[in-house]
Nanobody, 123 residues
Framework: QVQLVESGGGLVQAGGSLRLSCAASGLTFSAYTMGWFRQAPGKEREFVARISWSDGSTAYADSVKGRFTISRDNAKNTVYLQMNSLKPEDTAVYSC????????????????WGQGTQVTVSS
């Protein structure tokens, strides 16, 4: 079965950096566009970034543009999210997901999800 397993979350001070990883198994990873979403307490899940399977093109939410970088290593079946200049408002559970169809920015367009990893940014 398909499994997506995130790692790399933790507690960091504002201005710091973290690198999240999402290891995939049970699917042809290189054929899937992958996305990162986050959900803060009391808020809806929101799009963070995605990376295309075909040409590696990327897209970001305005709130993270210029600070976060999504990348992938198809040989390792892994997608990454490098997060720099972290802010307290970046605190959330971050999840990776495999894209199916529809708008890249909607969580309902993604089929498989990881369990998430907690990122907490202290001020």
């Amino acid at each position: 079965q398909v499994q997506l397993v995130e790692s790399g979350g933790g507690l960091v001070q504002a201005g710091g950096s973290l690198r999240l990883s999402c290891a995939a198994s049970g699917l042809t990873f290189s054929a899937y566009t992958m996305g990162w979403f986050r959900q803060a307490p009391g808020k809806e899940r929101e799009f963070v970034a995605r990376i295309s399977w075909s040409d590696g093109s990327t897209a970001y939410a305005d709130s993270v543009k210029g600070r976060f970088t999504i990348s992938r290593d198809n040989a390792k079946n892994t997608v990454y999210l490098q997060m720099n200049s972290l802010k307290p408002e970046d605190t959330a559970v971050y999840s990776c997901a495999s894209y199916s169809s529809g708008s890249y920015y909607r969580s309902t367009s993604y089929t498989y999800w990881g369990q998430g990893t907690q990122v907490t940014v202290s001020s």
